[in-house]
């Protein structure tokens, strides 16, 4: 199994946007969830949105709801963060991660196969 691999990080104003890429790698058959989660300075790593590869169904942490959209696109074997109105906060470390198994999950433990992480800083 090889690691996933995200890209697309950077730096943006408050307000503005980003979207970041993560290329699943390994086993893109069966039932699997891809995630992605983010840590910023200091805070432990916390869930902000899965998909399920096979429907495309997703899930959102609360507090990110309606500001991010988690996406793939199926003949690119891609998946995307789309990220509007970022605020400082929105700072850290942005992973995408997978979950092989059908059950869906937004616990750090339960997903197995880490990218290395791209960095997002907003500025105020």
């Known amino acids: 199994q090889v690691k996933p691999v995200e890209s697309g990080g950077g730096l943006v104003q408050a307000g503005g946007s980003l979207r970041l890429s993560c290329l699943p790698s390994?086993?893109?058959?069966?039932?699997?969830?891809m995630g992605w989660f983010r840590q910023a300075p200091g805070k432990e790593r916390e869930f902000v949105a899965h998909?399920?590869?096979?429907?495309?169904?997703?899930y959102y942490a609360d507090s990110l709801k309606g500001r991010f959209t988690i996406s793939r696109d199926n003949a690119k074997n891609t998946m995307y963060l789309q990220m509007n109105s970022l605020k400082p906060e929105d700072t850290a470390v942005y992973y995408c991660a997978k979950h092989l198994s059908s059950r869906a999950s937004t616990i750090v433990s339960d997903y197995t196969y880490w990218g290395q992480g791209t960095q997002v800083t907003v500025s105020s």
């Open positions: 998909i399920h590869w096979r429907s495309g169904s997703t």
């Open positions: 390994g086993r893109t058959f069966g039932d699997y969830y």
